[in-house]
């Protein structure tokens, strides 16, 4: 028997399978996803069967027209929406087995999310926006101030974290929402269009920066995307027609 192998049974023998059996999985399996929108007498097909894998460290766009089902999938990975049918497994749970507060508790803890529109709260800074997602936590003050600094710094806002939103450039607001989707350290940032409004450099920079955090800290990918540049940069591409995989394509590294 391979010592790997046999490194895993002496484990579970020690009763601790679970860690070790989950570090190996897909962090996200998605099997026989279908998602059908139901608006009064009218069946809107945006899913019509998905099976994916995302691999921990993945920096993955997801690309094609739309109305293809993107934004639906990123939606049903992330537990913003519960899919008609098939499962949607992340981090060893299957999210059809959670009910709606234990699914609010795992996308606090496990998910970050970055939206086209950045979402941010309006009368709060860029600092508190970011402790925002470490009070939910629980995380003790101090804490949560030195971990939103850090990451306010990590985005290059250092200086900027007093300003509220509406004193940040497009860039800037998008790099507090990408602090704020990392700070509760999540397994995976799932991103909606993040470039979709700041102009080319403000979108180069955000992608380089997302790409460097990838590296860095190992955090999952997965971003909704027109933009040929976030593309170009991702290691592992993904296409949707019609609500269903029609290509998965993963670079070589370097
Ligand atoms: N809440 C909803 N109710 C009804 N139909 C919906 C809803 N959300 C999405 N759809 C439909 O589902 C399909 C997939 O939509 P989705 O938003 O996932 O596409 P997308 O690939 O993200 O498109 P885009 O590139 O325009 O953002 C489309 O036909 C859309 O009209
Ligand atoms: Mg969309």
Request: hydrophobic share 40%.
């Amino acid at each position: 028997m391979c010592p790997e192998r046999a490194g895993t049974r002496n484990r579970i023998a020690r009763g601790q399978p679970e860690g070790a059996l989950r570090e190996r999985s897909p962090l996200v399996s998605c099997r026989g996803l279908i998602k059908t929108y139901v608006q009064g007498a009218i069946e809107v097909p945006a899913l019509r069967g998905v099976d994916l894998d995302l691999a921990r460290g993945d920096f993955a766009t997801l690309a094609g027209p739309s109305g293809s089902g993107k934004t639906t999938l990123l939606n049903m990975i992330g537990g913003l929406d519960r899919p008609s049918a098939g499962d949607v497994v992340l981090d060893g749970r299957n999210l059809a087995t959670l009910g709606k507060a234990e699914l609010a508790e795992l996308r606090l803890h496990r998910i970050g999310f970055v939206f086209q529109s950045y979402n941010l709260i309006p009368v709060l800074s860029a600092l508190e926006n970011v402790e925002f997602i470490l009070r939910l936590q629980g995380i003790a003050p101090r804490e949560r101030r030195q971990r939103a600094l850090e990451a306010l710094a990590d985005v290059g806002l250092e200086g900027l974290e007093g300003r509220r939103p509406a004193h940040l450039s497009g860039g800037q607001q998008q790099r507090v929402a990408v602090a704020r989707a990392l700070v509760g350290r999540p397994a995976i940032v799932l991103a909606d269009e993040p470039t979709a409004n700041l102009d080319t450099r403000n979108a180069e920079e955000l992608i380089e920066l997302m790409a460097a955090l990838n590296a860095r800290l190992g955090t999952t990918f997965l971003m909704g995307t027109h933009d040929a540049r976030v593309i170009a940069r991702a290691q592992r591409h993904i296409e949707l027609t019609d609500g269903r995989i029609s290509s998965d394509e993963t670079r070589p590294a370097g």
